[in-house]
């Protein structure tokens, strides 16, 4: 992960998986991940989920770069079939930082 | 939750857990989540966690309601009790809101 800094972009993602067979989901994920990390300005992402759903928080240099990952085919495809298959609901919320802190535990 | 707009306050907090006794996280995070529905500002979180860590947001009305809730008692008391048993790591981000979506599988 590179460091994030005020000004960067937190794209949030929550969302509830559908109980339905997740069709293909593993596989697209795997792809999306290999398509984000190609993506201009795509610093990293914090995430967790299960099978019921998750929170994903990616991080960008700027809103251009939001914009353009927005566009990009793989994401976009990917987008398509979530809705249609894998997704009961979701929430995105697009936010600039203003502060970070990152911890560490002294094992010392 | 109450509905987020732009201008609110994300607070996003990622966290891996030791793996030592979790000496009463459940109770601490039951006694936050009391503390915080009464915090002024307050609009609701999402949160996905494990015994391995987790993430969640919380969503404000402003920066002051976010900087009041940073020196409730509860709060800065259960801080002090999370840096010295429950985490190993774990990353703060504070943001303000620019867009967000929210979106439900039509079951029609």
């Not at 992960?1 to 989901?25: C, K, L, N």
């Amino acid at each position: 992960m590179d460091a994030i800094e005020p000004g960067h972009i937190a794209v949030i993602f929550v969302s509830r998986r559908t109980g339905a067979d997740a069709e293909g989901y593993a596989e697209a994920a795997a792809a999306m991940d290999e398509a984000v990390r190609a993506a201009p300005g795509y610093l990293g992402h914090d995430s967790v989920g299960s099978d019921d759903g998750g929170i994903t928080i990616s991080y960008w240099r700027d809103m251009e770069s939001v914009a353009a990952w927005r566009e990009e085919i793989t994401h976009a495809a990917t987008r398509e079939r979530g809705r249609a298959h894998w997704y009961d609901w979701y929430r995105l919320v697009v936010a600039t930082v203003d502060r970070t802190r990152e911890w560490t535990q002294d094992k010392g």
